[in-house]
């Protein structure tokens, strides 16, 4: 009586889960772009500010990313001859103090970089992906000590360009 008991709650356990295969997707498979892109051109990013080299670090974020992740897809640097395309414009980028200390001085900045991207399916010729207001903000502090003063906005913005690409690659690639 028992062995037939466990057999009848396995068979409804099995029909009832069997049911559910195809509702199941697991994250990570990155299988969101098209089949057909293979090959993703990034031509390097505009810059709509005054400040130097911002557009060359979100570039060359945005290419180590996709090449680290999209494990699949060939990069290119511009978008001949690519099945799909990312430009990216910065359009503002702005720093400001956040907290001060005893003297008056600043030593928290928060860094807001706002980035226009558009990823365009060129065999298809449609849209993937379009944000035109996407906006990254980060924060470095500076030493109170003038004798340890290290220029932190560099690194800060490298993390924001890091961040910025891992944000847009796993949009690309997950479809979240």
């Known amino acids: 009586m028992n ?4 057999l009848i709650g396995f068979t409804m356990l099995l029909i009832i889960t069997s049911g559910f295969t195809e509702c199941y997707r697991p994250v990570g498979r990155g299988d969101w772009l098209p089949r057909h892109i293979r090959t993703v051109g990034i031509p390097p990013f505009q810059n709509e500010t005054q400040r130097f080299k911002v557009e060359q670090r979100f570039t060359a974020s945005m290419i180590d990313e996709v090449l680290r992740r999209g494990r699949t897809l060939d990069v290119l640097p511009s978008a001949e001859n690519a099945d799909a395309v ?17 003297f008056g001085r600043a030593r928290l900045f928060e860094v807001t970089i706002t980035v226009s991207l558009t990823v365009r399916d060129q065999t298809r010729n449609r849209i993937l992906f379009d944000n035109q207001n996407y906006i990254f903000r980060g924060e470095y502090e500076i030493s109170s000590d003038p004798r340890d003063f290290f220029n932190e906005e560099g690194p800060a913005v490298e993390r924001l360009a890091r961040d910025f690409s891992r944000s847009v690659v796993t949009t690309l690639l997950e479809g979240f």
């Open 3 to 6: 062995t037939k008991m466990r």
């Open 86 to 102: 990312i430009n990216g414009t910065i359009r503002s980028f702005a720093l400001r103090p956040v907290l001060l200390d005893d």
